[in-house]
Structures are given as C-alpha cells and as structure tokens.
C-alpha cells in the first residue's frame, strides 16, 4: 500500500522567528504534482478544491482569529508577509493545499 503521508506538504520554513516586519515562508508542495499522486488521493476520497490554484497561506493570531490570508500560485516557492502593523505578539502561521492538507508552525512578532 502507498503510503499517504508521502502526500502531505513537504516542507514549510519560515524566517527569521522571531521577525520585526517581513516573514518570509519557503514552501513546497511539490510531492502533489508527481505522476500517480492525483489519482492515489481522489482513490482515498480526497477532493482538490475547484477554485484552488496552489493553496493558501494563513496567519492567525493565538486566540484563533484570522488576520492575514494569501493565495499561493504556485506548488513550491517563497513568499513574504509583511507583518510591522501588527502588535508584537506570538502568531500562528498555516499553509494549506488544494487537497486541504496544512501544516501550522509559530511564530513570533518582535
């Protein structure tokens, strides 16, 4: 049997943590677009969402209160999120692909 957590998103990075203004996020999800992995997921009843391009990347504050969302465009690359207007505090940062798949990490705004 294939195993499923192969699919899961490969690698998310985000620095520097703690950031003062920009955070800048590396990531890939580039395991999705391999030959066979599309079929294997809508075998194990797993949806991609119609209007999704790549995904999205959130950040929410700690008490679970969306502040920022950015649609990703492509399956793998670098983003920035420019984060000085928001008060220096712990944020929790999620990236989600098309297949809803996500992986959170913290971080902190100095």
Known sequence: PTDIKNTTIESLNIYPNPTRDKL????NFTSYSEEGNEDLLQTLGYK??????????????????MIISKTLEQPSGLESIDMKDYPPASYLI???????FS?????VKQ
């Open 24 to 27: 800048f996020i590396e990531y």
């Open 48 to 65: 991609k969402h119609n209007d999704c391009r790549s995904g999205e990347i959130s950040i929410y504050t700690i008490d679970g209160k």
């Open 94 to 100: 999620k990236i989600t692909d098309c297949y809803g």
């Open 103 to 107: 992986k959170e990490q913290k971080f």
